[in-house]
T-cell receptor
């Protein structure tokens, strides 16, 4: 079954703990993205990666870190430095990375991970 | 800086009535614009893109460069159209910037 898989769906953590959210895709997409979705604020870009071993900060990268060691995987770590980590996190991917013209702008999204920090 | 504005957080219409979800953008170049939709308990998904000039599920959207708008329209709303709608913009950096979303409710 092709697509994007995020895990876990729900996660509870204590304040001060780092948390890693998983995102895996088998669509052979080059580019992957992490968004944060808050009520009334829409989707805000945290980090994105257009090719393996390379990634860029989005609009709200502070307190987050990512890695892109494999094409299929783009995990997001929410660190203790993130001031307001409780949110719904969405991972997405699309075809076409740097220098490629196949990026049509259509993002394929995972089902999301809801993180609650107690 | 590129920005997408959706002025309405909530919009309610009756079934069979026309619906228009507003989207305005600010960008100095040639934009690529999209509408994404998230139905209840489903993934966020692409509804339509302006370059395709297509009609999906009865929805259309026209890019108006003079007014820098990309409003989403449907002449006769259906209850199954109730969802969260996001306008999105792709600039030269090839990343999508999303608006804050409009929750559409179609009343019976």
């Amino acid at each position: 079954d092709g697509g994007i898989t995020q895990s876990p769906k729900y996660l509870f953590r204590k304040e001060g703990q780092n948390v890693t959210l998983s995102c895996e895709q088998n669509l052979n997409h080059d580019a992957m993205y992490w968004y944060r979705q808050d009520p009334g604020q829409g989707l805000r870009l945290i980090y994105y990666s257009q090719i393996v071993n390379d990634f860029q900060k989005g609009d709200i990268a502070e307190g987050y870190s990512v890695s892109r060691e494999k094409k299929e995987s783009f995990p997001l770590t929410v660190t203790s430095a993130q001031k307001n980590p409780t949110a719904f996190y969405l991972c997405a991917s699309t075809s076409g990375g740097y220098g490629q013209l196949t990026n049509t702008g259509e993002l394929f999204f995972g089902e999301g991970s809801r993180l609650t920090v107690l | 800086a590129q920005r997408v504005t959706q002025p309405e957080k909530l919009l309610s219409v009756f079934k069979g009535a026309p619906v228009e979800l507003k989207c305005n953008y600010s960008y100095s170049g040639s934009p690529e614009l999209f509408w994404y939709v998230q139905y209840s308990r489903q993934r966020l998904q692409l509804l339509l893109r302006h370059i395709s000039r297509e009609s999906i599920k009865g929805f259309t959207a026209d890019l108006n460069k003079g007014e820098t708008s990309f409003h989403l329209k449907k002449p006769f709303a259906q209850e199954e159209d109730s969802a969260m709608y996001y306008c999105a913009f792709q600039g030269s950096a090839r990343q999508l910037t999303f608006g804050s979303g409009t929750q559409l409710t179609v009343l019976p």
